[in-house]
């Protein structure tokens, strides 16, 4: 016989996360918590080790989804592992966090191009250029953008 089973608590979460709660505060990771797991995970993808950064950022976006920075770098660490439909993904979430980030906007525009959408590929390098109007303001994100642009239409 099946006996009942308590889904209150389930339920609760449930409510909370839908009402955008965060699984850090309803595990209540402190958020220096999380900051420390960042700071080791950003020394892995500076020495370029995206492969052991992919754990413990998923942690990050699964405990804070609503932080671009979880989302872009987990992005960062699929699109260099191979995992490009993945990181476009999680590219198209930290867009959606923060729509100002040009290299947010070109590394969706890299996504796209590799999956062979040569469309959504130069509006989001179109979009990553547009970003960078000042001419000192993220001059290396305008550079690559725009070679990546001229490269799409050639």
Not at 24 to 35: G, K, R, S, T, Y
Not at 112 to 119: K, V
Not at 130 to 146: F, G, H, K, T
Request: contains cysteine.
């Amino acid at each position: 016989m099946i006996e009942s089973i308590d889904t209150a608590p389930a339920v609760e979460v449930l409510q909370r996360i839908f009402v955008e709660d965060a699984l850090a505060e309803i595990d209540q990771v402190p958020q220096e918590q999380l900051e420390a797991v960042y700071a080791e995970v950003w020394e892995r993808v500076v020495r370029q080790d995206f492969a052991g950064a992919l754990g413990p950022l998923l942690f990050l976006v699964v405990h804070d989804p609503y932080e671009f920075r979880f989302q872009f770098s987990y992005g960062l660490c699929l699109q260099q592992e191979g995992r490009v439909a993945d990181a476009a993904r999680h590219y198209g979430l930290a867009w959606m966090l923060d729509p100002s980030d040009p290299a947010c906007a070109y590394r969706l525009g890299e996504c796209h191009a590799a999956l062979g959408d040569r469309d959504a590929a130069a509006e989001a390098f179109e979009t990553a250029i547009a970003l960078c109007a000042a001419p000192r303001l993220n001059a290396d994100v305008r550079l690559a953008a725009e070679g990546a642009l001229q490269k799409l239409r050639a």
